[in-house]
């Protein structure tokens, strides 16, 4: 759980700051159940933030592709 904290902390600081709000509020809610130490729910956060991580990925690439020609 210290490792997914860190890595949820670490995901939420850089989503913020290119403005992918939805990763950064789940990575968030990652990072406060892994403090919490409660397995379960970060478990079920890490597998929410793995789901938008990935949509926000595909949505960057469409972006950087149709604005760079």
């Known amino acids: 759980l210290h490792q997914v904290r860190?890595?949820?902390h670490t995901?939420?600081?850089?989503?913020a700051?290119?403005?992918a709000l939805s990763l950064s509020q789940a990575s968030k809610e990652t990072e406060?159940?892994?403090t919490d130490e409660d397995h379960a729910l970060a478990?079920?956060?890490l597998k929410r933030?793995?789901?938008i991580a990935e949509?926000?990925?595909v949505?960057?690439?469409a972006w950087f592709k149709k604005n760079t020609g």
């Open 6 to 8: 860190h890595e949820a």
């Open 11 to 15: 995901v939420k600081g850089s989503a």
């Open 17 to 19: 700051t290119f403005g």
């Open 32 to 34: 406060y159940a892994a």
């Open 43 to 45: 478990e079920q956060k």
């Open 49 to 51: 933030l793995l789901v």
């Open 55 to 57: 949509e926000t990925k």
């Open 59 to 61: 949505a960057f690439a």
